[in-house]
């Protein structure tokens, strides 16, 4: 699913790291800075929610551990918590804390915003990569 965020503002649609339209990363559980699904970059999003991964058990450990739980439940904000094989929008720099780290997500390239090419390299995220080809 692309998704042609023009939202009247007069710009095309959202473009992965790629240059395609943006993919949508995950609509279960439900992510993106907006919860729209997608991964897209927005001026308020001052963390740059722009990397659609996939959690695995290690990198939500490490990220626990980090000081960014994403696996506890938080029912006050609608958060169900990530598991194992969800996808989520993650912060482009803690994508490339983990990276340093070596506890490095597996990544959807289709759904990344280019807006993470700020943080990370593309050969990175392509080695990381889910998607392709």
């Known amino acids: 699913m692309f998704r042609d965020d023009t939202g009247g503002r007069g710009r095309g649609p959202s473009r992965n790291v790629l240059g395609q339209p943006l993919a949508s990363c995950s609509t279960d559980p439900i992510t993106g800075f907006n919860r729209s699904g997608c991964c897209d970059a927005a001026a308020e999003d001052v963390g740059s929610h722009t990397v659609c991964i996939v959690a695995t058990e290690a990198f939500l450990a490490f990220s626990k551990a980090a000081g960014n739980d994403l696996s506890t439940p938080v029912p006050d904000y609608g958060f169900p918590g990530l598991k194992p094989g969800d996808r989520w929008c993650l912060c482009a720099p803690r994508w490339q804390q ?18 993470a090419l700020d943080y990370c390299a593309l050969a990175d995220l392509k080695r990381y990569a889910i998607d392709l080809s």
């Open 98 to 115: 983990a990276f340093e780290a070596g506890m490095t997500p597996r990544v959807v390239l289709q759904a990344t915003h280019e807006g």
